[in-house]
């Protein structure tokens, strides 16, 4: 009898003791956060062969997780659905929503990095406006995929592996909002989305990657010097909505049609998208200095790709157009929306400009 009491208190004792080995080795990983906003990484086609076509976003989080178990061996690992959505429609509501919630989790003790899915049409937008309005040095990445989750060649599953990775790892601290797909560990302010189909799409042109997922280790090379996250002064913790600012993409023979119905339709800012170093076509500069005369805030940006946009005709500045620096324009979108939450001097736009 007492043999039996003595095997049974053992066998309690050694199941007490498995259960905090294993207490134990989930307490040692990090804690990380998936938010799922939908996408290409999340989608869902006819066919195994199928890279176009597909149905994004079909897919909820859980299944993402589920199919790359392999992310439970570097965090601890649970996740939340944003929204549903093919990224091409993403909208500043989800923006807010995003930076919001973010914020919220990072605040937290238990919650030592984010991981965010998300199609890749607006996916360095995304980045840069968390980039600018996330108020933690914790990590938070961003990932998705060219290839929905049924195709045989799928590449998010590696994706969030590798970002699940880049989240949990101390390299990846401090370095602002990073994007991370195909081995490669981007910057959100500069990356940028370079190809129509290719899983080597984000690249940062001429200014390069900050870092690689080595075999499955994250190495950062090189670090922004750019001011981001924790440092910025944008807050959207109180706001519901962002200022109404559009692109209008300069071309040869261009005309002040979008321009008059821009300031028609109230916006408060324009990007200008020019030829070369931010030109204007004369027929639009006439319409964007009578927007500026009438307190809309016009941003020269560049069609080009690569480049700074810096002072060049004397007739931009006497009509007070603000240089876009080496923002493209859909990023130069983001950062003008912010600033004019904050101020409308444009001198102290200028300087966010340079700062950002």
């Known amino acids: ?23 134990a080795a989930a307490s040692d990983k990090p804690n990380v956060k998936i938010l799922a906003t939908g996408g290409t990484i999340a989608g869902s086609a006819a066919s195994d062969t199928a890279t176009t076509g597909y149905k994004a976003g079909a897919l909820g989080i859980d299944v993402l997780i589920n199919a790359v178990p392999e992310v439970k061996n570097y965090a601890n690992v649970s996740g939340e659905q944003i929204c549903s959505i093919d990224s091409k429609d993403m909208t500043n509501d989800i923006w807010l929503k995003l930076s919001k919630r973010c914020n919220e989790l990072l605040s937290r003790g238990d919650v030592n990095g984010i991981v965010i899915t998300h199609g890749t049409d607006t996916l360095e937008e995304t980045a840069y406006f968390l980039n600018l309005t996330v108020k933690s040095n914790k990590p938070v990445v961003i990932t998705g995929a060219m290839r929905p989750a049924t195709a045989i060649s799928a590449d998010g599953p590696m994706n969030l592996l590798n970002a699940v990775r880049v989240a ?134 560049s069609r080009v790709g690569t480049g700074s946009v810096i002072p060049a005709e004397q007739s931009y500045i006497d009509e007070h157009f603000i240089d876009g620096d080496s923002l493209n324009p859909q990023k130069a979108r983001i950062l003008l929306q912010l600033a004019l939450t904050k101020t409308h001097d444009l001198k102290a736009i200028q300087d966010m400009f340079h700062k950002y």
Request: aromatic share 6%; charged share 20%.
């Open 168 to 301: 949990a790892s101390p390299k990846a601290v401090g370095h602002g909002v990073l994007v991370v797909l195909n081995d490669q560990i981007n910057g959100a302010r500069d990356v940028t989305k370079t190809n129509t189909t290719s899983v080597d799409t984000f690249k940062t042109p001429e200014l390069g990657a900050l870092g690689y997922v080595n075999d499955g280790v994250p190495e950062i090379y090189r670090d922004s010097t750019r001011i981001h996250t924790a440092k910025t002064e944008f807050d959207v913790s109180n706001l519901s909505e962002l200022p109404y600012v559009k692109v209008i993409y300069g071309t040869a023979n261009d005309d002040s049609l979008f321009v008059d119905a821009a300031i028609k339709a109230g916006v408060k800012g324009i990007i200008y998208a020019g030829t070369g170093n931010g030109s204007v076509h004369k027929n639009a500069e006439a319409a964007l200095a009578k927007a500026t005369a009438a307190g809309i805030v016009v941003v020269r940006s």
């Open 1 to 23: 009898m007492k043999s039996r009491v003595s095997v049974i208190l053992m066998t309690m004792a050694m199941m007490l003791l498995g259960v905090q080995c294993a207490f």
